[in-house]
T-cell receptor
Framework: EAGVAQSPRYKIIEKRQSVAFWCNPI?????LYWYQQILGQGPKLLIQ????????DSQLPKDRFSAERLKGVDSTLKIQPAKLEDSAVYLC??????????FGQGTRLTVV | DAKTTQPTSMDCAEGRAANLPCNHS???????VYWYRQIHSQGPQYIIH???NNETNEMASLIITEDRKSSTLILPHATLRDTAVYYC????????????FGGGTRLMVKP
């Protein structure tokens, strides 16, 4: 079974630029999560989708972050404009059943 | 979701049992205890979950106290590859419930 695919693996941008991350969840998984993990901290949930709909986005900084999940499959997370404090690993996860979420390798973003 | 409290770090000798505690004193009756771990440079990985009975799988055992206010994850024979950050999460069973991570316990397995 293929895992959760994320791209790119690494990205370096200058502050005020925009960036987009892509996630392809495991086939058939209805729930999709985006997390931000700053070095030394646990993953912070940014947004959770159930099929096409948003379950929770209370921790998503909506003035600069946006996420969409088209047709309930792939998802993109965008930051525009980026700030230095956005430097982190962005993790995507998906789940079929409620107790086991499968995580991708993440995208390491560096904002300079 | 209820919050959890875990020690920041622990050491364990290779081959010995690693016992990782978690306090969740505000857990509600329909919330489960989940454990995930994150090996360096990888995404978190599901380990085990339980409601009130002790659970065991090929990776670990989960012991939940009778009052459900705390639990212990047991790795029976820790190896160097078990060195990771272990997260204890309390969450409702529905897929719509958020999966929220805290700071976790950094377990260092030493030779």
């Amino acid at each position: 079974e293929a895992g959760v695919a994320q791209s790119p693996r690494y990205k370096i941008i200058e502050k005020r630029q925009s960036v987009a991350f892509w996630c392809n969840p495991i086939s058939g998984h209805a729930t999709l999560y985006w997390y931000q993990q700053i070095l030394g901290q646990g993953p912070k949930l940014l947004i959770q989708f159930q099929n096409n709909g948003v379950v929770d986005d209370s921790q998503l900084p909506k003035d600069r972050f946006s996420a969409e999940r088209l047709k309930g499959v792939d998802s993109t997370l965008k930051i525009q404009p980026a700030k230095l404090e956005d430097s982190a690993v962005y993790l995507c996860a998906s789940s079929l059943v409620s107790w086991e979420a499968f995580f991708g390798q993440g995208t390491r973003l560096t904002v300079v | 979701d209820a919050k959890t409290t875990q020690p920041t770090s622990m050491d364990c000798a290779e081959g010995r049992a690693a016992n990782l505690p978690c306090n969740h004193s505000t857990i509600s009756g329909n919330e489960y205890v989940y454990w995930y771990r994150q090996i360096h440079s990888q995404g978190p990985q599901y380990i085990i979950h339980g409601l009130k009975n002790n659970e065991t799988n090929e990776m670990a055992s989960l012991i939940i106290t009778e009052d459900r206010k705390s639990s212990t994850l047991i790795l029976p024979h820790a190896t160097l590859r078990d060195t990771a950050v272990y997260y204890c999460i309390v969450r409702g069973r529905n897929a719509g419930n958020m999966l929220t991570f805290g700071g976790g316990t950094r377990l260092m397995v030493k030779p």
